[in-house]
């Protein structure tokens, strides 16, 4: 069959032919025309049966090619009206133009023609699917039924260019797949680890005969919390406890804000102090394993936060619910005295040391460097700080007489220095901060596989990765605190220049606002030792003297203030004016001297980006609040940064969050 129509392709037309023929009578009839006649008579023959057969081919082919489209127009459409699924045809405008019977069967309504598409399927309005560059794919529910919508634009003749098309929407009826799918995500396995905060103290301020009593009424709590979801609870120590259920009950759990957080600070048999519990959860992991890696992750971020709260991790995301108490002061100093013996060897392990604080550093972040370098020094090791120039006047003043003392040559170097100085085995100390964004050179962090954090802030999602020595302790009023504690037990014969003392129980002072707080037993302590050490309160004092200007642009600031809810004040910083960090700070302090106010923010700019100085006297989170807007610190202090140009825009953004944080405690703000 091929090889025929291979050659049929080879031979000529029959026109060819007939051109052949005519050559040959013409030269015939040069030679003699009477022979030619009978040539001429064939080849008209030939000619016209040519011409009749063509005609009739033709006229067949038409013949043809018109049943054809018959056939075809006949079979569309009756493919159209017994098409085996829901088909509706609408114009531009939404109005349907035809349906057939399977269509109208999801909508059990005669008068279709009369409505429009997006009148009776949320999201299949036609304006919205025009920029479809692929096929229309939806998802939509009807009557309980799930469907996923295709279509198509058909163009039609014989309209205006506006009007040239038309839409035609298939219904796929895929109820089962939905349902299955929501069901396996429902079903989906998360764990979690509970934590009693305060269980030794707890334990120490009750009689030995009710402390069997007190954690049976926790238990008893807890599985009373617990028993809707079916799961597991199952206590692994004395004050843990593993939960594993299906995720579909988080929503529940999520909506009653985890109701146990407070169930459990009503328990009282005997016990002198509230409990408190912190719960870490894990879902949608890619195993049970997975999820438990994350519950212990979050549990981590929740007693780094404070305690008293739930930690959700999500894949990468977290969520935070609870955290509206003040932390618990441990009365133990064991942690800080086994810190204490782990930073004294790894001290006299490294050939050199490298102190780095957060950027914009403050008094408590380089009074625990101070503190830091002193023990090193001692120690007999090479030790540097990490340290740019600061816009604020407390620590220009204490920088400066530093440079005047003469003891301290070469303590400071740039975060360029210490790129070039710091190798693999260089000791980095990072103090005040656990974030690697907020330090003075992230990259150091990259460079040597030997890092410490000492810190005090509530624990956020960014945090510096392994460290081989952490201390951080969210009930401490300050690093300062934390550093004069190590400092008594590395050296009893250690011995601080009057210039470290005061660094240190500057930075205590500032951030405890005059020992008022986040002011604990430790804090005096601490605050004493110092004093042993030569601390001049007056030396002290006067590093926070304001200057005339300085104290005029903050009043101006806490008079221009606004209320929120009669209880918040938010304030703005005028632009340009000098050490607006500083004044804002003082101005959020200031506010909440006033009566009736019980939590302060004031924004500034500086180098067009807004700064954001929170404080409350502990009803209020600012913490939580700024969280919102990526900041950090605690219940009662706290600050963020925003990349705006706009204060007013970072004001706004402010008062959302919160209205939004007063809206989780059930609390309506205006």
Known sequence: MDSKRFSGKLLPRAGFYLWIILMLVGVIAVLDWRVAIPGIALLLFLTYYNFRSNYKKQKELTRYIENLTLNIDTATKDTLLNFPMPLVVVELDGSIIWYNSLFRKIFDDENLLERAINSLVEGLDPNDLVNETTRISRQVCVNDKHYNVLGNFVQIEGKADTENFILLLYFIENTELVELKARYHDEKVAAGIIIIDNYDELMQSMEDAARPQILAEIERKLVQWFNFTEGIVKKYERDKYLIIFEYKYLKEMEDKKFEILDAVKEINVGNKIPVTLSIGLGINGGSLVENLNYASASIDIALGRGGDQVVIKNGDSFSFFGGKTRELERRTRVKARVIAYALRELVDQSPDVIIMGHENADNDSLGAALGLYRMVKDRGK???????????????????????????????????????????????????????????????????????????????????QDAVLVYHETYASSTCELVTEILQYVDEKLKLRPLEAEALYAGIVVDTKNFTFKTGV???????????????????????????????????????????????????????????????AKAADELLNLSGITAAFVLCSVNNEVYISGRSLGEINVQVILEELGGGGHMTVAGAQLMENSLEDAKEKLKYAIIKYMDSLNTPAS
């Open 382 to 464: 090479d030790v540097r700080i990490v340290l740019s120039r600061s816009n604020n006047p407390m620590i220009s003043n204490l920088i400066s007489k530093i440079e005047r003392s003469g003891e301290y040559e070469g303590l400071f170097m740039t975060k360029y220095e210490a790129m070039e100085r710091i190798k693999q085995n260089t000791l980095l100390i990072v103090v005040d901060t656990f974030k690697p964004s907020f330090t003075e050179a992230p990259e150091l962090l990259e460079r040597t596989k030997q890092v410490v954090v000492i810190d005090h802030h509530r624990k956020g999602v960014e945090f510096i």
């Open 522 to 584: 430790r804090t005096f302590d601490a605050a004493s030792y110092l004093r042993k050490q030569g601390v001049n309160t007056v030396s002290v004092k006067q590093l926070f003297q304001n200057d005339f200007t300085t104290y005029l642009n903050i009043s101006n600031v806490v008079r221009d203030a606004e209320l929120l809810n009669n209880n918040i004040a938010i304030s703005i910083c005028p632009p340009n004016v000098k050490n607006a960090q500083l004044i804002a």
